[in-house]
């Protein structure tokens, strides 16, 4: 069984940072992608920011310039820095891996979630 299991969540100042971590364990024979999601009240799951695992990074428009994300394969773990971080930033940010299991089919992975509150 896979898991991933995030971290570095919490309560923050507009402009504030936050380093968000997800590490991810179990029978894993290979990861493709992982990425960021997050979803506040009322709206729809969204985005945020893929990396394959060539190091390629995908980042939604709104977070272009202000997050960075950023992958250890020999961890498995991928983490998320967030800097001059808004209001509109509050949510719970999910941890998405695109993987392969030993004896397995590929797919996608969740984790529970953090919250990240921005006051303004």
């Known amino acids: 069984q896979v898991q991933l299991v995030e971290s570095g969540g919490g309560l923050v100042q507009d402009g504030g940072s936050l380093r968000l971590s997800c590490a991810a364990s179990g029978r894993i024979f290979w990861i493709n992608a992982m990425g960021w999601y997050r979803q506040a009240p009322g709206n729809q799951r969204e985005p945020v920011a893929t990396i394959l695992s060539g190091g390629i990074t995908n980042y939604a428009d709104s977070v272009k310039g202000r997050f960075s994300i950023s992958r250890d394969n020999a961890k498995n773990t991928v983490y998320l820095q967030m800097n001059s971080l808004k209001p509109e930033d509050t949510a719970v940010y999910y941890c998405?891996?695109?993987?392969?299991?030993?004896?397995?089919?590929?797919?996608?992975?969740w984790g529970q979630g953090t919250q990240v509150t921005v006051s303004s």
């Open positions: 998405n891996a695109d993987l392969t299991e030993y004896i397995g089919s590929r797919r996608d992975y």
